[in-house]
C-alpha cells in the first residue's frame, strides 16, 4: 500500500523559533496533501489543503503566515511554524491523496511538537 | 452538534470478545474513513467505504448510505488491538472527524 512518511517524528523547540515539518508520499505522486492537527483528547482538524505548485487553502481560522505550506513537487509538502509558542504544542499529521481521487487519504504517522 | 458522532467514546473488553464501533454523520459523503491511532499517535488508515461492507483480517466495516450510519466491527479482539479508532469523512469538499473511540482490551 502507498506510504506517507514524516520527519521529524518529534520536536522540542525555545519559543520563538520556527519549525519544519516535511511529508513526504514515498511510492505515489500526491498531488494533493493536508495538515491536521491533534491538540490532547480532541479529534484531528483540518488545517490546510495543498496542491502541488499552487497555493495552500486554509481552514477559517488558521493563520497562513504562521503555518506556511509548501507544496513544491508531487512527493514532499512542508509545514514551517513560524515563531512558535509553547500553545503551538500539539500533533501535527498530514495525508496525501494521489490521482485517483480525493477519497484515497494516506496518512502520516504525524510529527509531536513541544514548543517550551 | 457535529458532523461525525461516534459511540461509544471508551470501550474496555476482554480478549477474544466482539466489538462494534459506532460512527454516525449530519453531511452528504463521498467516502468514509476508519482510522487507528496508537499511543504515541501514528495514525493507520484502516478502511475507506463508499458503500457497502469491506473485511481485512479480523476487521469488518460496514456502512449504510441511506441510513448515514457505519459500523467497525473487531472479531476475536485482542490486546494490540487497543487503539483509539476515528471515523473520517469526506464530503468531497472537506473531511470531518469524530472524536474518536477509545478502546482497551484486556488480557
Known amino acids: 500500500g502507498a506510504v506517507v512518511s514524516q520527519h521529524p517524528s518529534w520536536v522540542i523547540c525555545k519559543s520563538g523559533t520556527s519549525v519544519k515539518i516535511e511529508c513526504r508520499s514515498l511510492?505515489?505522486?500526491?498531488?494533493?496533501m493536508f495538515w491536521y492537527r491533534q491538540f490532547p483528547k480532541q479529534s484531528l482538524m483540518l488545517m490546510a489543503t495543498?496542491?502541488?505548485?499552487?497555493?495552500?487553502?486554509?481552514e477559517q481560522g488558521v493563520e497562513k503566515d504562521k503555518f506556511l505550506i509548501n507544496h513544491a513537487s508531487l512527493t514532499l509538502s512542508t509545514l514551517t511554524v513560524t515563531s512558535a509558542h509553547p500553545e503551538d504544542s500539539s500533533f501535527y499529521i498530514c495525508?496525501?491523496?494521489?490521482?485517483?481521487?480525493?477519497?484515497?487519504?494516506?496518512f502520516g504517522p504525524g510529527t509531536r511538537l513541544t514548543v517550551l | 452538534k457535529n458532523e461525525v458522532e461516534q459511540s461509544p467514546q471508551n470501550l474496555t473488553a476482554q480478549e477474544g470478545e466482539f466489538i462494534t464501533i459506532n460512527c454516525s454523520y449530519s453531511?452528504?459523503?463521498?467516502?468514509l474513513h476508519w482510522l487507528q491511532q496508537h499511543p504515541g499517535g501514528g495514525i493507520v488508515s484502516l478502511f475507506m467505504?463508499?458503500?457497502g461492507k469491506k473485511k481485512h483480517g479480523r476487521l469488518i466495516a460496514t456502512i449504510n448510505i441511506q441510513e448515514k450510519h457505519s459500523s467497525l466491527h473487531i472479531t476475536a479482539s485482542h490486546p494490540r488491538d487497543s487503539a483509539v479508532y476515528i471515523c473520517?469523512?469526506?464530503?468531497?469538499?472537506?473531511?470531518?472527524f469524530g472524536t474518536g473511540t477509545s478502546l482497551t482490551v484486556i488480557p
Open positions: 473520517a469523512v469526506n464530503t468531497g469538499n472537506q473531511f470531518y
Open positions: 511510492d505515489f505522486q500526491a498531488t494533493t
Open positions: 467505504l463508499s458503500s
Open positions: 495525508s496525501a491523496g494521489d490521482s485517483s481521487g480525493p477519497d484515497t487519504q494516506y
Open positions: 495543498s496542491n502541488e505548485g499552487s497555493k495552500a487553502t486554509y
Open positions: 453531511v452528504g459523503i463521498s467516502a
